[in-house]
């Protein structure tokens, strides 16, 4: 192999893939579709299925990738069934078992995975029993995969033009602005509410609104998160111009931002560390208020382009059932000490790549064909 492909064989290799997926060519026909719309062109498509679970659009010696994960799939499409059959506490316990575990995985913590993985088996979905409409949840997966690969291709645009619209990042900073000031008149304590919220962009807390805007414009994490909200701006862009149900649309994205805030808060907890994930005052908390913020854009941008939101706005709502939930999960977990239910010495004598494909393969539920 070359020095090119052995980079690409292990990042694939340390999303620890269930397995390789070929020949999708929905997938190449959106990813065509895409890159001609966005001026740039088509990268080279790494399909895999893994516990890691995101996309990633990437320049690598003046090439250009774009790796598929339909790991990130099956989870949309675990969150949409959770959504569909209204929230039910058991489904969430389910479907936070399962994250946790994949989670603990990835960092190579067999030991704690094992617990989740545990609870996660001992558990059966609402929807498998009771009759759902899948034909609804694959409509959303549908609409959910195309923006998606969108908003991951944007970024590979931004590459080549190294420039976010002036005009949109005036925008953005006027909704933090307009945001930051709502929150305001319901605490009527400015300064705690700028030490919460400004916490995430800056390293020290500015004293008035004015102040934290004119921070935010020097701030490198302000413009990570601008070309966030950016790329979700355009993967909304070019999926209302493929898709006619603009308002069914906008309910799938607002549903995907949820999940995956879900999936951040406790790939944060877990980065921190098993000690401190029963601590509601770190790192998930301002990943979550970040991913949030970032959705309240989106739905800016939407209200200004006169699009209906009142469904978007409906599925925001409807999002505090599972924030709430995983609030109350955390709190329940057992200590530290209680996580490891077994000691390494009683674990079977097999190697670690063995042991590792045993768990994923108890976390798995479904193989989510990307040809909706």
């Keep these: 192999m070359n020095d090119i492909e052995n980079i690409l064989a292990t990042k694939l290799q340390y999303r620890l893939c269930r397995k390789s997926i070929h020949l999708l060519p929905s997938i190449q026909s959106i990813v ?121 291709l944007t970024h590979l645009s931004l590459k080549e033009d190294s420039k976010i619209p002036n005009e949109y990042k005036k925008f953005v900073i006027a909704a933090i602005a307009l945001l930051t000031e709502r929150i305001v008149d319901k605490n009527k304590d400015i300064q705690e509410v700028l030490l919460e919220t400004a916490t995430y962009f800056l390293d020290t807390s500015p004293n008035s609104i004015e102040e934290y805007i004119e921070m935010l414009k020097c701030s490198n994490k302000f413009y990570h998160f601008l070309e966030e909200c950016y790329c979700d701006y355009m993967g909304l862009k070019l999926l209302i111009e493929h898709y006619e149900n603009a308002e069914q649309s906008i309910r799938a994205i607002v549903s995907t931002l949820s999940c995956l805030i879900i999936l951040e808060s406790i790939r944060n907890d877990v980065r921190d560390g098993i000690e401190y994930i029963k601590d509601g005052t770190r790192n998930a908390d301002l990943a979550m208020y970040c991913s949030v913020l970032r959705t309240q854009i989106l739905l800016c941008t939407v209200e200004i382009s006169r699009l209906n939101t009142a469904a978007a706005f409906d599925e925001v709502h409807k999002f505090s059932k599972i924030t709430d939930r995983l609030i109350s999960f955390i709190k329940n977990l057992p200590s530290k000490d209680s996580f490891a239910v077994i000691s390494e010495d009683d674990l079977p004598q097999m190697d670690e790549e063995t042991t590792l494909n045993i768990m994923i393969k108890q976390l798995y539920y479904i193989s989510i064909s990307p040809e909706f």
């Excluded at 959770?82 to 575990?101: H, Q, R, S, V």
């Excluded at 960092?107 to 899948?134: A, C, H, P, T």
């Excluded at 609804?136 to 195309?146: A, E, G, M, T």
């Design 32 to 152: 065509k579709e895409c890159c001609e719309t966005l001026g740039i062109k088509k990268p080279t498509i790494l399909f895999c299925e893994s516990i890691t679970k995101d996309f990633q659009a990437f320049d690598l010696k003046n090439k250009k990738f774009f790796i598929y994960d339909s790991g990130l799939m099956e989870i949309l499409y675990l969150y949409n069934c959770i959504a569909f059959t209204n929230f039910i506490e058991n489904d969430m316990d389910k479907f936070f078992y399962k994250l946790f575990g994949e989670e603990f995985i990835l960092q190579m913590d067999i030991l704690n995975s094992m617990y989740f993985v545990g609870k996660y088996n001992d558990r059966q979905f609402s929807f498998e029993q009771n009759v759902l409409d899948n034909s609804k949840v694959r409509k959303y997966l549908s609409i959910q995969n195309y923006f998606l690969i969108g908003h991951e």
